[in-house]
């Protein structure tokens, strides 16, 4: 091979081209020159992601972060994805961390399995990941806060809380005391079996007769019970019978011909109340006419006269009186 310029000007074309290929796919340039799945996400803030971080779906790579641009009051990203990953409607793109000083990186979900999947050129779902800085700014605010209440309980003030208490115990030390004696001597009255508590306690007796007496309740309490349920069982079964018409209930229920008599019956007698209420026939006369009223009670005070004066005779004037009557 001969040193020749043009031999040289190959060999340094095509170290270049070499070059540029290494370089383009250790940044991953390359990529925007591969057929892929092309989304957008729109954040509020996207921390410190830039392009050409990774796109990561279950912790796997999928794709790169290709472009980032303002779009009104949002911050558009531009992600790459690989062609075989299926990215869904339902999906969730979210700005991660990884680690504390680690880089950032957007996380994709899977979605649902229901859910179409998205088209190239759509925006996807998202979700804010918290800031460390907002973080941190909270974390400094609680500890600002706990420092507060700290210094608040310092010094004189501590002094001014605890002064009222520490008086009302000097100043009622002795009932104190002779309260903490009380307690003591009765509770070990109590653990001594002693007294109305300490025999509820430690007598024995005294559990056996309140465990048989749980037990006759317990028991009063099933056969209850079962008395309840064999009176739904029998409530049931009646109810059942009437709606299939039998017994006196069921065919007073559910017979036609019945209910007809009935309604004839009743019918018959509102006839009858009517007529007694307007006076005719003998019981509607004898309600509501007055002249046979008037009547009846001059009757009713002759036959009381008849009486008195029967009363005033003696035995043989009434016997005479009834004789000659008949005679």
């Known amino acids: 091979m001969k040193n020749t310029l043009e031999t040289r000007l190959g060999l340094f ?9 290494l370089l383009i796919t250790t940044v991953g340039g390359l990529d925007k020159f591969r057929p892929g799945l092309q989304l957008h996400a729109l954040f509020t803030t996207v921390q410190e992601l830039k392009p050409g971080d990774r796109v990561k779906m279950g912790g796997v790579e999928i794709g790169r972060v290709e472009k980032i641009q303002i779009a009104g009051d949002k911050v558009r990203v531009t992600m790459k994805l690989r062609p075989d990953v299926i ?7 979210t700005i991660r961390s990884a680690g504390l000083m680690g880089q950032n990186f957007v996380a994709v979900d899977f979605g649902t399995p229901e859910a179409k999947a998205l088209m190239t050129d759509q925006i996807i779902n998202t979700a804010e990941h ?4 907002a973080v941190m700014a909270k974390l400094d605010n609680v500890a600002s806060g706990i420092e507060n209440i700290t210094k608040s309980f310092a010094g004189d003030k501590i002094d001014n809380l605890l002064g009222p208490l520490t008086d009302l115990l000097k100043q009622n030390s002795e009932p104190l005391t002779e309260s903490i004696a009380n307690l003591k001597s009765i509770s ?3 653990a001594e079996g002693k ?8 007598d024995e007796t005294l559990y056996a007769s309140a465990l048989s007496t749980v037990t006759n309740l317990q028991s009063t309490m099933e056969d209850t019970s079962q008395e309840i349920k064999l009176a739904l069982t029998d409530a049931r079964k009646m109810i059942a019978d009437i709606n299939a018409g039998q017994g006196s209930l069921g ?3 559910k017979d036609e011909a019945l209910y007809r008599e009935a309604t004839a019956s009743m019918t018959n007698l509102k006839e009858i109340l009517e007529k007694m209420n307007s006076g005719q026939g003998t019981v509607g006369k004898l ?3 007055q002249e046979f009223y008037k009547n009846a009670k001059l009757t009713l005070q002759k036959v009381d006269k008849a009486t008195e004066s029967l009363e005033d005779q003696g035995p043989l004037s009434v016997i005479g009186i009834i004789a000659s009557g008949l005679f």
């Open 287 to 289: 309600i509501n006419d």
């Open 195 to 202: 007294g109305t508590v300490g025999k509820l306690i430690f």
């Open 251 to 253: 065919l007073m229920v």
């Open 13 to 21: 074309v095509a170290l270049a081209a070499t070059a540029a290929f």
């Open 188 to 190: 070990t009255q109590i």
């Open 130 to 133: 918290p800031d460390l800085n």
């Open 87 to 93: 990215v869904r409607t339902d999906s969730t793109a």
